[in-house]
Nanobody, 125 residues
C-alpha cells in the first residue's frame, strides 16, 4: 500500500512556471514507477509524464514534451513535476500515481495502482 499526497497547485498566468510535488508513504517508494496524470472538466484523465522506479527513464505526452519535467528524489520519497511555459489548456486537476516497478514504463491510467487526491492547476490567459 502506498499513500500519495500532491501539493503545489494553484492559479498562474500563461507563460508562468509551477512545480508540483507528490509525497509518498507506505511501502518502499523506490520500487514503484511514478506518473503524473491530469483531468480537465468534462474530459477523461490523461497521461502527462512518468518516470521509471530507478529514475533513469522518462516518458511524456506530446502536449507537454519540452515544457514539463518529471523528477524524483527517492531519499525524500517525493516525485516532482516542473511545469514551464504553462498554457490555458494545461488547466486541470493533476494526479500523482504509483505503479508496479516494471522495466516497461507504462502510460495508461489502468497501469497505475495508487493515486493521490489531486491538485488543481489553473492557467489564466
Amino acid at each position: 500500500q502506498v499513500q500519495l499526497v500532491e501539493s503545489g497547485g494553484g492559479l498562474v498566468q500563461a507563460g508562468d512556471s509551477m512545480r508540483l510535488s507528490c509525497g509518498a508513504s507506505g511501502r518502499t517508494f523506490t520500487t514503484y514507477n511514478m506518473g503524473w496524470f491530469r483531468q480537465a472538466p468534462g474530459k477523461e484523465r490523461e497521461f502527462v509524464a512518468a518516470m521509471i522506479w530507478s529514475g533513469g527513464r522518462t516518458s511524456y505526452s506530446d502536449s507537454v514534451k519540452g515544457r514539463f519535467t518529471i523528477s524524483r528524489d527517492n531519499a525524500k520519497n517525493t516525485v516532482y513535476l516542473q511545469m514551464n511555459s504553462l498554457k490555458p489548456e494545461d488547466t486541470a486537476v493533476y494526479y500523482c500515481a504509483a505503479g508496479s516497478g516494471s522495466i516497461i514504463l507504462r502510460v495508461g491510467v489502468s497501469d497505475y495502482d495508487y493515486w493521490g487526491q489531486g491538485t488543481q492547476v489553473t492557467v489564466s490567459s
